[in-house]
Each structure stands twice: as C-alpha cells, then as structure tokens.
C-alpha cells in the first residue's frame, strides 16, 4: 500500500490520527476547567501508566482542552538534574502570555514576579541571579516569590498568577511532565503550593503525567497529597478501543482490516498505544492491498519488531551498565518463570531476582537503585520491582 498515505504515526508523545480510548479522561477534564473557572472546589490532576500508554499525548490533549476554553497553559518536562524554578517559569510566562489581560499594569506586575522567582536560586544565602533571561522584558519584583525557599516562593507565584487568571474568569494550567523526576524539594513545594492555591479557591491547576510510582513520590513529600490530586492510571487500549486506534485512519484513507487481521493486531501490541501505531505503520506499509490481512500483519511483525528492538528497547538497554543489564535479564527471567507467568508490566520480588544472580538483595541495591534513576524499572511498593516499559522483559528472553 501507498506509504505516502499511511495514516499511522509512532513517535514519542506524537498524537495518534485517532486518540481511542481516552474520551472518559478528556470529558473528565472538561468539567475540572469548568468547575475551577467558576471558583468550585476540584483537585489537580496526576496521569499514571508505563511508558508507551500515551501520557504524554493525553497530557498534550488536556492542555488543548484547556486552551479551547481560553485559558492561560504552559508544560514543562521534568529532568532529575534540573531544579524547577526555569523550567516553571518559563512555563508560566507562556501561561500568562496565552492568558492576556486588559489592564497591563496587572500583567506586568505578575510577570515581575515570575522573573523574580526564576532568578533566584534556591538555598539559604541565595542572591539574585541574572546570568538567565526568562525572556520578561518587565523588572524583576522585589519582595515577592524571591526568598530563596522553593516552597515559599512557589506558593507566593502560585497565588499571583492565579488571581490574575481570576479577574479575567479563567484559569492557568501547569503541566508536567516525567513529573516522577522532580526533586524532592520541588515535589514538596508543588504540593504545598497545589494546596494553597485549592484553599483560596484560586483557578490554578497542574496536570501531571508520570511513571506507575509517582503517587508514592508525591505521598513520601507531603502526606495530604493523596487528597490533594486526583489520579488516573492510563492504561493499555481494550480490545474496541484498540481496533478503533487502527480502523479509523485506515478508512480515512479508503482502507480496512479483516477481522482476523484486528485479532493478529492486538494480540502482537498487547492494545499498548506506541505499539498499536509502529505495528500499524510496518503492516501498511508491507501490505499489498486493503483489506488487511492476518497474513499481512505476520509478514510485517518481523519488521515492526526489529524497529522497536533498537529505538524503543534498544536505547534504554543501552544506557544500562553491564551489571545492570544482568538485573533486568534476571527480571524477565523471574517474570516468565513463575507457575502462572507474569505480564511484563507485573512485579517481581526483588529476593527472587537476587536468587536468580545467586547474591544477596543487599549487594544488588546499587544497580537497583541505578535503574530506578534511570527509569528502566519502577517500585510501587516495598519489595517489588517491574519495568517501565510493556513487553521489554519479553525483548529480553528474545535477545538471549
């Protein structure tokens, strides 16, 4: 088939032709701005799931939602060497920007403050730095979200751009992404300043998206944070939704799947989003003609694999040190060796995969925790491990 008119498109956080499955979220969403810009209580948001589930598209998606009703919306991408304060700040300005506002006097005022608080390092002694330019042409505000302490000042901006977005009726949305990579001082400000903001009542919501363990981030910072957001798992695609993703573009473009051929589809991506679209991508592609066919998508799964081997497990495999590669084999062995073998996304008990090493758990905590860093493995409770990406134990087993 024509792979000029191939409909599908498999790219990190890059929208799908048909965003199936997710309309209970995106109404969810609706109500929270309506709710937020009528000064009603609502909690802000924190997306869950495994890498390749389509967070970060949802997340995109969300952010749309919130534009289309005119708010004020900026995104960040969370990294562990990165402090908070210039990511946000930038984010915030783009909020503020979006947002607009009759009186200027009033927007100057609240972007001197973001340009206050981006300046500022944190830490006691800190000093004002003007090495970086947020791009705010206004002076920096004096007094005002610049003490140094992240949780103070963040509270202090919170509260300034959300009585800005107030007078005009709006709201401003923070979204975060790989938000589990927030420090642990940010991760308690945010939270601090999450709660502040709820109990002004002030349109001020962040929209999270993050590994399986970021509920357990946020509740090792602040132990309110439970009530604090609301969290969604984002989940592999059930079995219509999942058909929908591939039939949707394919009769844009005058083209089918046989039912046997849908059948072949899922049970080769598992409904994991990122897969539905590079197995999509490679069954077009090698496809003769329309319908598609079972035998289609065995011809083309060989192709669509040796893809994801080397640029979606591949890479992160590679980033492992040998020791560590030996932890994650010893993983997916422990996964497919139980009586009942477990789905790839399924934990495993550390001691089980100490044994499997033949060493104590103790000595393998430094390539644990390496890992855990590198966000090739997750731990949502005491004990277990799993990984982050669906089907990479399988990947594994294949590699030998």
Same mark, same amino acid.
């Given at each position: 088939?024509?792979?000029?008119?191939?409909?599908?498109?498999?790219?990190?956080?890059? +929208?799908?032709?048909?965003?199936?499955?997710?309309?209970?979220?995106?109404?969810?969403?609706?109500?929270?701005?309506?709710?937020?810009?009528?000064?009603?209580?609502?909690?802000?948001?924190?997306?869950?799931?495994?890498?390749?589930?389509?967070?970060?598209?949802?997340?995109?998606?969300?952010?749309?939602?919130? @534009? +289309?009703?005119?708010?004020?919306?900026?995104?960040?991408?969370?990294?562990?060497?990165?402090?908070?304060?210039?990511?946000?700040?930038?984010?915030?300005?783009?909020?503020?920007?979006?947002?607009?506002?009759?009186?200027?006097?009033?927007?100057?005022?609240?972007?001197?403050?973001?340009?206050?608080?981006?300046?500022?390092?944190?830490?006691?002694?800190?000093?004002?730095?003007?090495?970086?330019?947020?791009?705010?042409?206004?002076?920096?505000?004096?007094?005002?979200?610049?003490?140094?302490?992240?949780?103070?000042?963040?509270?202090?901006?919170?509260?300034? @751009?959300?009585?800005?977005?107030?007078?005009?009726?709006?709201?401003?949305?923070?979204?975060?992404?790989?938000?589990?990579?927030?420090?642990?001082?940010?991760?308690?400000?945010?939270?601090?300043?999450?709660?502040?903001?709820?109990?002004?009542?002030?349109?001020?919501?962040?929209?999270?998206?993050?590994?399986?363990?970021?509920?357990?981030?946020?509740?090792?910072?602040?132990?309110?944070?439970?009530?604090?957001?609301?969290?969604?798992?984002?989940?592999?695609?059930?079995?219509?939704?999942?058909?929908?993703?591939?039939?949707?573009?394919?009769?844009?473009?005058?083209?089918?799947?046989? =039912?046997?051929?849908?059948?072949?589809?899922?049970?080769?991506?598992?409904?994991?989003?990122?897969?539905?679209?590079?197995?999509?991508?490679?069954?077009?592609?090698?496809?003769?003609?329309?319908?598609?066919?079972?035998? =289609?998508?065995?011809?083309?799964?060989?192709?669509?694999?040796?893809?994801?081997?080397?640029?979606?497990?591949?890479?992160?495999?590679?980033?492992?040190?040998?020791?560590?590669?030996?932890?994650?084999?010893?993983?997916?062995?422990?996964?497919?060796?139980?009586?009942?073998?477990? =789905?790839?996304?399924?934990? @495993?008990?550390?001691?089980?995969?100490?044994?499997?090493?033949?060493?104590?758990?103790?000595?393998?905590?430094?390539? +644990?925790?390496?890992?855990?860093?590198?966000?090739?493995?997750?731990?949502?409770?005491?004990?277990?491990?799993?990984?982050?990406?669906?089907?990479?134990?399988?990947?594994?087993?294949?590699?030998?």
């Amino acid at each position: 088939m024509d792979p000029i008119r191939n409909p599908y498109a498999p790219g990190a956080g890059q +929208r799908p032709p048909e965003l199936a499955g997710r309309d209970e979220q995106l109404r969810a969403f609706d109500v929270v701005l309506e709710r937020v810009a009528r000064s009603r209580p609502e909690r802000s948001l924190v997306l869950t799931g495994l890498r390749g589930v389509g967070k970060t598209v949802l997340l995109n998606a969300l952010r749309s939602a919130a @534009v +289309r009703k005119g708010w004020g919306t900026g995104k960040l991408e969370a990294r562990p060497d990165q402090p908070l304060r210039r990511p946000l700040s930038s984010a915030l300005h783009q909020a503020v920007r979006e947002l607009g506002h009759p009186q200027q006097d009033e927007v100057d005022q609240v972007l001197g403050v973001i340009k206050a608080f981006a300046h500022r390092e944190a830490g006691p002694g800190a000093r004002l730095k003007d090495q970086w330019n947020p791009g705010i042409d206004v002076p920096a505000a004096r007094g005002r979200a610049d003490s140094g302490d992240i949780e103070i000042d963040l509270v202090e901006l919170f509260t300034d @751009v959300g009585g800005l977005a107030a007078d005009r009726g709006l709201g401003i949305a923070v979204c975060i992404d790989e938000m589990q990579d927030l420090g642990p001082d940010d991760v308690s400000a945010l939270c601090a300043a999450c709660h502040e903001v709820s109990q002004s009542g002030l349109p001020v919501i962040v929209v999270g998206a993050g590994l399986p363990h970021l509920p357990a981030v946020l509740s090792a910072s602040k132990s309110y944070s439970e009530r604090l957001f609301t969290y969604q798992r984002i989940d592999r695609l059930g079995r219509d939704a999942a058909d929908l993703a591939l039939t949707a573009p394919a009769a844009g473009e005058d083209a089918s799947f046989e =039912d046997d051929a849908l059948a072949a589809m899922y049970a080769v991506t598992g409904g994991y989003p990122y897969f539905i679209q590079a197995y999509g991508k490679a069954v077009w592609d090698l496809a003769p003609r329309s319908p598609i066919t079972a035998a =289609d998508v065995s011809v083309a799964a060989p192709e669509a694999e040796a893809e994801l081997a080397v640029g979606f497990f591949g890479s992160r495999f590679e980033r492992a040190t040998p020791g560590e590669r030996d932890y994650l084999r010893a993983m997916a062995s422990v996964a497919s060796g139980l009586d009942e073998p477990l =789905d790839d996304a399924d934990s @495993v008990p550390t001691a089980a995969v100490a044994a499997v090493l033949g060493k104590k758990p103790q000595s393998l905590s430094p390539a +644990r925790d390496s890992l855990l860093k590198k966000g090739l493995i997750y731990s949502a409770e005491r004990g277990r491990i799993a990984f982050t990406v669906p089907h990479f134990g399988r990947y594994l087993r294949e590699q030998g």
